[in-house]
């Protein structure tokens, strides 16, 4: 950040010489304009990546998948609806909870497969 203020102090302290016209005023408003525009060109894309990863790991959740939670609730699924997913959480006493989709992070099946894989 301080550069960046170093270089404001630069182009108003310097007077350009006579006859010839400064571009120094216009390049700093240029380049601070092209950095915002990469920045949420960036984070626009990345943002779009993770809903991919998200429905598609939705789509691929199936009987029998250990789950995780947003809440930290580990269960294994019973059935998939629309928009919700029944998990079982408790196997002695077979109690089954009914959650959105969207509140599970991650399928933990998939993590011992990767796993696996790598070895």
Do not use: H, W, Y
């Amino acid at each position: 950040m301080s550069l960046l203020a170093d270089v404001i102090a630069q182009t108003t302290q310097s007077a350009p010489q006579q006859g010839q016209p400064s571009a120094a005023p216009f390049l700093l408003p240029a380049m601070l304009f092209a950095m915002l525009i990469f920045l949420f060109l960036s984070s626009r894309s990345q943002k779009k990546r993770e809903q991919r990863e998200r429905d598609a790991m939705f789509s691929r959740m199936a009987k029998n998948d250990r789950v995780l939670t947003v809440g930290g609730i580990i269960g294994t699924v019973i059935s998939v609806k629309d928009n919700e997913v029944v998990l079982k959480v408790d196997e002695s006493t077979n109690t089954k909870m009914t959650f959105l989709k969207t509140s599970v992070q991650r399928i933990l099946s998939d993590e011992k497969t990767d796993q696996q894989e790598k070895k």
